[in-house]
Each structure stands twice: as structure tokens, then as C-alpha cells.
């Protein structure tokens, strides 16, 4: 039963855009009707309030059709489509859903394509460092191609239909700019500002304000227009070609794990290769990120640790590393020191978020991310919002490992990180100026005359 004098409804969750589309009757004819001229609009009605979502749309058809029915039955039609996919969708000849079976079978069948309905010119241009192609870590790892005057957003979220947002570059002051919003399929153009903080690393830290419906800076690119939570942080772009940096935190560790998603060995065609003719005494848990793998944190959850007469590690032919995370960034927000890794084998989540405790000189407390967003309540405990794992580790470096412990919060990411770690071996620098590798080679060969 329907009201012949309805209160309408908003359909702006499910349907709004401007579309064209093809169509074509189960029963009156054969073929598809596919004209450019044919559209759907679904947008807010012009004057009405911003607030105000649209309660109507409008199908204009090129083939003449009898859509001028008197009877009360005629006058209502029914929509069935997918919440995954709209670009398919029926329409019922009558006020009853039962004719409906599913979103390609029906008395009309429908085809709907995006239509851009607006263009807007750029007026300002974002930094060259921030161009590229990243994920929206905040925004179901959506892709998002950055240029000189334009960002170009393009998702598929979980549950409901793609998206395709542009930003135009419309004004800039110190970090923050103002951007006009423009879907392909958009019914109006909206304004809204980005506070995007400089590039380092791998990520690109930003957030983004509310909408606005006028283009005053003043408005839009106030403080009071973002997310002024006492708990709000910075969401992540992370390169989509990314290139591995030293970690922010060094060492060998034993450790023990805690969490839903604890870490187990993962079973290769033979699950435990071995080597037969070594008998293994000592087996311990271990995650390794040494001077000669800067930039990649190494665990095994059950390493033979066994040595030989010289007190020195035994080499097994067969060794398998059971995780390999590759560093990405590291940054430090909210006084918790973050870092972001890459695993390419993690079927859940490539990219992941890590929060840093040091509790003591040699003993560490991590905690990793769900997913590949950093957890707006994520500290370093099991039991906090967003924790997936936690890794509690102590310093388990033997005398001739050469992998001493180096820790930094990256309180300033930016900044080249100068060292100098002198091993049994010998020197190992790490940096990435030039000038200051010269110097450490000076140094370094100072350090290794006195010693010989």
C-alpha cells in the first residue's frame, strides 16, 4: 500500500549524481535504447538549504513513452539495484516490488554511466613533493593521484559502489588549501580545506575539513572547520611505489607477543627444513633489524640460537625468516613515536601502522595496527583501540651479533639522521647527506688507525 500523499525521503545515501543511461523493456521491444541525451539527475533542488539532502530525482527519456498515467498504481514505481554496484538497476511498470527478481531482470532494464557535469579551473598549485600516486590509508586504501592543481581519488569501498572525487587547488595559506570538491557524477560543487603537512618518507600527513557550499577562505580553512576531537590525529597517504628507509629502532630482541592476530610460523612445502647434521640447544623467539638490513625488521618466531665453540652463531643451511617488514616512515605524533611498514605477503593488510614505547634502554613495547590506518586510540598497549599485536622486546645482542641497539621517536622525520656504530668488525656510518657521509669516512678512518 502507498500514500497518495507521501512525505518524502532522502535517497541521497543511495542514489544521487547525474547519470546517462541505456535502457530497454522486457516486453515492448528488442534492443537497447542508448542516447547520450538520456539522463538521470538526482540532486538537491536548486535554492534549498546546503543542509538539505535531495528528495527527488528526474529521468529524462529521448524515446517517447506514455508517462503521463491517471491511475494510482502506474503512478509509483519500484528500484531494485546493488549496494555494491549501481551501475545496474530495474524499474517496475507498477507500484509493486514483486515483479522485481534482481537488479538485471525486470520490466526495465537500466545501465547507468557517470556524467561529468562540471569543470573548474585550478588557481593554485601544491607542492612538487606531494605529486605521485598514493593510498588513502583512511579511506578503504583508496588511490589517489596527486598532480601540480589537481588530486584525483578513486575507491571502492567494501558495501557500497565506486567513487570518483576530483580536488581542484582553488587557494593556499602556509599548510592549509582550499579545495573544490567535484564528483564525476556530482550535483553541486563543494568547498573544503586541507591542512597537508610536508612530505617525509613514504607518507603524506593530512586532514581535511567539513563541507561548504562558498568558496570564502576565511570560512572553509578556519581551525573551527576540522576535527577539533581531543583525540583527532593525522590520516596517512602512503606512497603507492615506495621505497624502503631505515627503521627508527635497531637491535636484536627476544620477544613475547600479545594481541588477537599473535604472529605464527609460516608453513612453507616442507614446514621446518632443517639441517641434519647440527642439534639445536637453544630455541628463542627474535626480531632482528641490524646494520646490514637497516631498513627491514626480521622475526622469527622459533630460531635456533645455538653457538660454537668460538661463542659465535652457528650458520644453518635451511634458515627461513618468517616475516619480513620493510620500513617505510617513521614520525612522531601525540608524543607516541609511529612508524609505518610494508609486507608483501600479508594477505589482511600490506601496510601497517606500529606505535613505539621504550621502556628502558634495551626493552621496547610495540603495538601494531588492524589495518593499514593508524588507530585514532592507538598507544602502545594490546587492549587499545585499533591494536592488533603487541610485541614487548628485550635486548638479546650477543658479543659478536654487531647489531647494537639504536632507537629514534622521530620527534623531527625530516631531518637526516647522522650515526656512527663501530662494531667488532669495524665502522658502519649511516646517512643520507653527502657531506656528512665525507666527514663520517674521515672519522672512520681515524677511529680504525688508532685501533690497528
Same mark, same amino acid.
Given at each position: 500500500?502507498?500514500?497518495?500523499?507521501?512525505?518524502? =525521503?532522502? @535517497?541521497?545515501?543511495?542514489?544521487?549524481? +547525474?547519470?546517462?543511461?541505456?535502457?530497454?523493456?522486457?516486453? &515492448?521491444?528488442?534492443?537497447?535504447?542508448?542516447?547520450?541525451?538520456?539522463?538521470?539527475?538526482?540532486?538537491?533542488?536548486?535554492?534549498?538549504?546546503?543542509?538539505?539532502?535531495?528528495?527527488?530525482?528526474?529521468?529524462?527519456?529521448?524515446?517517447?513513452?506514455?508517462?503521463?498515467?491517471?491511475?494510482?498504481?502506474?503512478?509509483?514505481?519500484?528500484?531494485?539495484?546493488?549496494?555494491?554496484?549501481?551501475? /545496474?538497476?530495474?524499474?517496475?511498470?507498477?507500484?509493486?516490488?514483486?515483479?522485481?527478481?534482481?537488479?538485471?531482470?525486470?520490466?526495465?532494464?537500466?545501465? /547507468?554511466? $557517470?556524467?561529468?557535469?562540471?569543470?573548474?579551473?585550478?588557481?593554485?598549485?601544491?607542492?612538487?613533493?606531494?605529486?605521485?600516486?598514493?593510498?588513502?590509508?583512511a579511506n578503504y586504501d583508496s588511490t589517489v593521484i596527486?598532480?601540480?592543481?589537481?588530486?584525483?581519488?578513486?575507491?571502492?569501498?567494501?558495501?557500497?559502489?565506486?567513487?570518483?572525487?576530483?580536488?581542484v587547488c582553488q587557494e593556499s595559506r602556509d599548510t592549509r588549501f582550499l579545495i573544490a570538491?567535484?564528483?564525476?557524477?556530482?550535483? &553541486?560543487?563543494?568547498?573544503?580545506?586541507?591542512?597537508?603537512?610536508?612530505?617525509?618518507?613514504?607518507?603524506? &600527513?593530512?586532514? =581535511?575539513? #567539513?563541507?561548504?557550499?562558498?568558496?570564502?577562505?576565511?570560512?572553509?580553512?578556519?581551525?573551527?572547520?576540522?576535527?577539533?576531537?581531543?583525540?583527532?590525529?593525522?590520516?596517512?597517504? +602512503?606512497?603507492?611505489?615506495?621505497?624502503?628507509?631505515? @627503521?627508527?629502532?635497531?637491535?636484536?630482541?627476544?620477544?613475547?607477543?600479545?594481541?588477537?592476530?599473535?604472529?605464527? *610460523?609460516?608453513?612453507?612445502?616442507?614446514?621446518?627444513?632443517?639441517?641434519?647434521?647440527?642439534?639445536?640447544?637453544?630455541? $628463542?623467539?627474535?626480531?632482528?633489524?641490524?646494520?646490514?638490513?637497516?631498513?627491514?625488521?626480521?622475526?622469527?618466531?622459533?630460531?635456533?640460537?645455538?653457538?660454537?665453540?668460538?661463542?659465535?652463531? *652457528?650458520?644453518?643451511?635451511?634458515?627461513?625468516?618468517?616475516?619480513?617488514?620493510? @620500513?617505510?616512515?617513521?614520525?612522531?605524533?601525540?608524543? /607516541?613515536?609511529?612508524?609505518?611498514?610494508?609486507?608483501?605477503?600479508?594477505?589482511?593488510?600490506?601496510?601497517?601502522?606500529?606505535?613505539?614505547? #621504550?621502556?628502558?634502554?634495551?626493552?621496547?613495547?610495540?603495538?601494531?595496527?588492524?589495518?593499514?590506518?593508524?588507530? #585514532?586510540?592507538?598507544?602502545?598497549?594490546?587492549?587499545?583501540?585499533?591494536?592488533? !599485536?603487541?610485541? +614487548?622486546?628485550?635486548?638479546?645482542?650477543?658479543?659478536?651479533?654487531? @647489531?647494537?641497539?639504536?632507537?629514534?621517536?622521530?620527534?623531527?622525520?625530516?631531518?637526516?639522521?647522522?650515526?656512527?656504530? *663501530?662494531?667488532?668488525?669495524?665502522?658502519?656510518?649511516?646517512?643520507?647527506?653527502?657531506?656528512?657521509?665525507? !666527514?663520517?669516512?674521515?672519522?672512520?678512518?681515524?677511529? *680504525?688507525?688508532?685501533?690497528?
Amino acid at each position: 500500500m502507498f500514500n497518495l500523499d507521501p512525505t518524502y =525521503q532522502s @535517497c541521497r545515501q543511495s542514489f544521487e549524481g +547525474v547519470w546517462q543511461f541505456a535502457y530497454e523493456y522486457e516486453t &515492448q521491444f528488442t534492443g537497447i535504447c542508448d542516447n547520450p541525451f538520456s539522463n538521470i539527475t538526482a540532486c538537491q533542488r536548486p535554492g534549498i538549504n546546503f543542509a538539505i539532502e535531495n528528495q527527488r530525482f528526474y529521468m529524462s527519456y529521448i524515446v517517447a513513452v506514455n508517462m503521463g498515467e491517471d491511475q494510482n498504481f502506474l503512478r509509483f514505481s519500484c528500484f531494485v539495484d546493488r549496494t555494491d554496484q549501481v551501475l /545496474l538497476m530495474t524499474k517496475s511498470r507498477t507500484a509493486s516490488c514483486s515483479e522485481l527478481k534482481n537488479a538485471k531482470l525486470g520490466y526495465e532494464q537500466l545501465k /547507468l554511466t $557517470h556524467v561529468k557535469s562540471e569543470t573548474v579551473i585550478p588557481k593554485c598549485s601544491f607542492p612538487a613533493t606531494l605529486a605521485g600516486t598514493w593510498y588513502n590509508t583512511a579511506n578503504y586504501d583508496s588511490t589517489v593521484i596527486i598532480n601540480r592543481t589537481h588530486i584525483h581519488e578513486i575507491s571502492q569501498p567494501d558495501q557500497s559502489a565506486p567513487e570518483d572525487l576530483y580536488y581542484v587547488c582553488q587557494e593556499s595559506r602556509d599548510t592549509r588549501f582550499l579545495i573544490a570538491k567535484l564528483g564525476i557524477g556530482g550535483c &553541486q560543487l563543494d568547498y573544503m580545506c586541507f591542512d597537508i603537512l610536508e612530505r617525509h618518507h613514504n607518507v603524506i &600527513q593530512f586532514r =581535511q575539513g #567539513r563541507l561548504f557550499p562558498n568558496s570564502d577562505f576565511r570560512a572553509v580553512c578556519a581551525w573551527s572547520a576540522f576535527d577539533n576531537d581531543a583525540h583527532w590525529r593525522y590520516s596517512i597517504l +602512503v606512497n603507492a611505489n615506495p621505497v624502503a628507509v631505515p @627503521c627508527s629502532i635497531r637491535g636484536i630482541f627476544e620477544f613475547e607477543q600479545y594481541g588477537n592476530s599473535k604472529l605464527i *610460523v609460516r608453513d612453507g612445502v616442507t614446514k621446518t627444513p632443517w639441517d641434519p647434521e647440527i642439534n639445536c640447544t637453544s630455541w $628463542h623467539t627474535e626480531l632482528r633489524i641490524c646494520p646490514n638490513a637497516p631498513d627491514t625488521m626480521m622475526i622469527n618466531i622459533n630460531k635456533c640460537k645455538t653457538l660454537d665453540y668460538r661463542a659465535r652463531e *652457528v650458520n644453518f643451511k635451511y634458515e627461513i625468516v618468517d616475516y619480513k617488514w620493510r @620500513c617505510l616512515a617513521y614520525w612522531n605524533e601525540d608524543t /607516541l613515536a609511529m612508524m609505518y611498514t610494508y609486507d608483501k605477503d600479508d594477505a589482511y593488510s600490506k601496510y601497517r601502522c606500529w606505535v613505539i614505547l #621504550r621502556d628502558s634502554y634495551g626493552q621496547f613495547t610495540l603495538s601494531r595496527s588492524h589495518r593499514s590506518a593508524c588507530g #585514532r586510540f592507538q598507544t602502545e598497549r594490546a587492549d587499545s583501540d585499533g591494536v592488533s !599485536l603487541q610485541l +614487548v622486546l628485550r635486548d638479546s645482542e650477543r658479543i659478536y651479533d654487531n @647489531c647494537p641497539v639504536h632507537y629514534y621517536d622521530g620527534t623531527n622525520p625530516r631531518k637526516d639522521q647522522l650515526f656512527l656504530t *663501530v662494531l667488532q668488525a669495524g665502522v658502519v656510518a649511516h646517512t643520507g647527506n653527502a657531506w656528512a657521509l665525507i !666527514l663520517l669516512l674521515i672519522i672512520s678512518y681515524a677511529l *680504525v688507525s688508532d685501533t690497528n
